[in-house]
């Protein structure tokens, strides 16, 4: 009997997992140098998923692309980048969850705290992803 299912097993095609990374450039002051991120989904390898969101943060037209590191990869979740789209502006946040909205949720949330009382509203969603499988 275990020589059958071993050989089933076999036959099975191989469940290859999806990877994603999120890059941040995350100056001293985003008022003045501005965010940066990059985020990639549904890649087979980890390093090719880190690549591409490093060069994806390192493609936005501010200062802070020059802070770019890959702050995590990820398999089987979700990640949201949450920010105030006016220059000079410090509201920001990032987060990861098992669902799309648990992670705007998180980000959102991150973001009010940093935007504060002024700005607070102006916090909107700039990407959110899902990591699946092929």
């Not at 999806?18 to 008022?31: D, F």
């Not at 669902?99 to 700039?126: F, L, N, W």
Request: one cysteine or more; glycine letters at 8%.
């Amino acid at each position: 009997m275990r020589i059958m299912l071993g050989a089933c097993a076999a036959l099975l095609p191989a469940i290859a997992l999806a990877h994603g990374a999120l890059a941040i450039g995350m100056p001293t002051s985003v008022e003045r140098e501005g965010f940066a991120y990059g985020v990639a989904w549904d890649y087979e390898q980890q390093s090719a998923a880190s690549d591409r969101a490093l060069t994806r943060c390192r493609d936005e037209d501010v200062v802070a692309k020059n802070h770019c590191r890959v702050l995590k990869v990820f398999t089987r979740e979700c990640v949201a980048v949450v920010m105030d789209p006016d220059p000079g502006t410090p509201g920001v946040g990032w987060a990861f969850g098992k669902t799309r909205e648990s992670a705007i949720a998180d980000a959102m949330k991150r973001c009010h705290e940093t935007a504060g009382a002024p700005r607070r509203q102006y916090c909107a969603v700039s990407n959110a992803q899902c990591d699946t499988t092929p």
